[in-house]
């Protein structure tokens, strides 16, 4: 019981301190003007039942825009990457060539601000990973 009851606490308190995802009106606006989009998939290779992203992200000059769903987690980071990854082997490999660009911090859509001076035309892919657990979330490419 104790197991279980840790277990859910994992996957429930993410969704619990989320903040409110932001208005659809805002992600439209801010991803109508990206150069690059991209998809996230459910089945990716890492992928699974408690570890997915599906939806279109949009990479802008000032924000990494994502309008779909993640599956909850706690402490989601955003990547852009130089190569496209679908595995935790391949993020790992690659984590030294990445930019890591924020955290995730809503499951339903969010808004994630580029660092000044990011050229996101320098890389091809988005990836969320879970930094506690080591977990590949998903990825896009995007170019």
Known sequence: V????????????????????PAQDEVHAKAFSAPYTGTFRRNLKDSDA????????SIGHKHIVFEGALAPGPDYKLYL?????????????????????????????????????????????VVVWCETFSQFITAARYR
């Open 81 to 125: 990457s130089p190569e496209f990854v679908e595995t935790e082997a391949d993020f790992k490999r690659l984590k030294p060539t990445m930019l890591r660009v924020g955290d995730v911090k809503t499951f339903k859509n969010f808004i994630v601000p580029l660092p000044d001076g990011v050229d996101a035309g320098r890389y091809t892919s």
């Open 2 to 21: 104790l197991g279980i009851g840790f277990a859910l606490g994992i996957y429930a308190l993410p969704i619990l301190i989320a903040p409110p995802a």
């Open 50 to 57: 408690l570890h997915w992203g599906e939806g279109t992200v």
